[in-house]
């Protein structure tokens, strides 16, 4: 495993069959069709394979349920475990589309509407799906053959694929769907051509069908060529291959917030004098960055450097960046005080910063020294998912929906404790006297962000409320309390 420690995210997408509808998994009857017409929660599917065979493949719905097809090619969907009929196997097509075929009767699955089965003996276009996946968009991309990262590298103008541990915004990519196919689009928003330049628009040299094999990811260009790092550095560019090996193949993973935390001296916690943690650097650079891994039961949460170690709390309150295991002394619990935060540790006492700078976990109350300002730093570009879907502008008001298929990309912008949301036409967020929230202010309103929950977070609008997502899908800033529509993947 990487010296992230990260495991790759499971594939979730959703798949479009011949008239561009979603399947889709029903909760009465556990019944299935294709009418749906964009990607919602019940148009979800996550691909589990067979351990033994990973040519084989079951498909669980967002019920927990197995897709699954008879002798007779009827298609049902409400098998809880991988019994033989939910056996499948995937049957890529040159234009990147899927077909399924039942590996226990070996027909095809396809079909339209309320018509869907599992009896084609050969493959039309009604038996082929089109992947469109539903992970959160925003990701780190790790090569399998060099077990390496992939970065923007700003002095090359390329992406390259050498990094270690996915350090820093340089790392964050973003996977946008366009028509069928992928871009990949770095954190200053340009796109990787397969000549391995950066463009500042999308197009068809941009554009790839994404392709899976062994549960990995390769993506195919618009010459039939694969992405594959080339060269010391890894540029990531289209090689020769017209097949894809291990040198094709990635998995995407998980990116953590990283964090970078200032004092009440107002200087930055740095690793640069050694194991102990201590507040005196004025610059933010790798030595004062963070990242934050919140434990998804618990929800406490580690605070790793960029050379792999994790915070720990020592003899006498101290604490140093010397664990390289998780335990319950590398836990801390955050405190969300709107623009500050306070850290409980394993102790029970709040990390407090002495005179010389130092941490220590020695306080049993929070007071000025133990309240520190946390930045988040690699989520320039934000795009934020609620359980009904993503934050998009409304097409005819000034407000925002938290429910649609497709995102709109927000600038996060910091300002003392604070952030700043920005749209895409420059304007900022707003909550009106209304409740709702508005993307048309001309001047920037303070907004609290506490990340609270494994890959998710809350935003506070200054009147202390939390940001949710009604019942019609209008997002709103009156959330009195931490509810699951006040929760956003980001």
Not at 64 to 91: M, P, Q, W
Not at 140 to 146: H, P, Q, T
Not at 262 to 272: D, E, K, T
């Amino acid at each position: 495993m990487p010296a992230n420690g990260n495991r790759p995210l499971k594939l979730q997408f959703g798949l479009i069959n011949h008239e561009g509808r979603y399947l889709t998994a029903e909760a009465f009857g556990f019944k299935v069709n294709a009418s749906a017409p964009s990607l919602k929660k019940k148009q979800i599917w996550t691909l589990e394979q067979d351990s033994q065979d990973t040519q084989l493949v079951y498909l669980r719905s967002h019920l927990g349920r197995y897709l699954a097809s008879d002798k007779d090619g009827k298609v049902t969907c409400e098998s809880d475990g991988h019994n033989s009929d939910c056996r499948f196997l995937i049957v890529a097509q040159s234009d990147g589309r899927w077909a399924l075929q039942s590996e226990q009767h070996l027909r095809f699955f396809g079909g339209s509407r309320d018509y869907l089965s599992c009896f084609a003996q050969v493959i039309t276009d009604a038996e082929l799906w089109a992947v469109h996946l539903a992970l959160h968009p925003q990701a780190n991309l790790l090569s399998v053959a060099r077990k390496r990262y992939a970065h923007l590298s700003m002095e090359d103008g390329e992406i390259a694929v050498d990094m270690n541990i996915p350090w820093g915004v340089a790392a964050l990519l973003t996977l946008v769907y366009l028509d069928g196919k992928y871009c990949l689009k770095t954190c200053d928003s340009r796109f990787l051509s397969n000549d391995g330049k950066l463009l500042t628009q999308s197009g068809r040299a941009t554009a790839y069908m994404l392709e899976l094999k062994c549960g990995k990811l390769a993506f195919k260009d618009c010459e039939g060529k694969y992405l594959s790092p080339m060269g010391p550095t890894g540029t990531l560019r289209s090689g020769r291959c017209s097949k894809p090996g291990k040198d094709e193949l990635f998995d995407l993973e998980e990116s953590h917030p990283q964090v970078v935390l200032m004092a009440a001296n107002g200087r930055y916690v740095s690793i640069r004098q050694g194991v102990s943690l201590a507040a005196n650097q004025e610059n933010e650079t790798d030595m004062e960055t963070f990242q934050m891994e919140i434990d998804k039961e618990t929800k406490k949460c580690t605070f790793r450097t960029s050379q792999g170690n994790y915070w720990d709390l020592v003899a006498h309150g101290g604490i140093q960046s010397s664990a390289t295991e998780v335990s319950a002394n590398t836990m801390f619990s955050v405190e969300w005080l709107g623009h500050k935060v306070a850290l409980k540790a394993n102790n029970g006492k709040y990390i407090c910063t002495k005179k010389n700078g130092q941490l220590m976990a020695i306080s049993d109350s929070i007071g000025e020294d133990e309240q520190l300002t946390l930045k988040l730093i690699n989520r320039p570009m934000l795009i934020l998912r609620g359980e009904n879907g993503f934050i998009c502008h409304h097409k005819n008001s000034n407000t925002l929906d938290g429910s649609r298929s497709v995102y709109d990309i927000f600038t996060l912008q910091f300002s003392n404790g604070a952030y700043h949301i920005k749209g895409v036409d420059g304007r900022f967020w707003y909550v009106n006297s209304a409740g709702l929230v508005c993307s048309d202010g001309e001047a920037p309103e303070d907004f609290a962000l506490e990340l609270v929950e494994h890959r998710r977070l809350a935003i506070r609008g200054k009147n202390g409320k939390y940001l949710r997502g009604d019942q019609g899908g209008t997002l709103k800033g009156d959330g009195l309390c931490l509810s699951s529509s006040a929760l956003w993947e980001y």
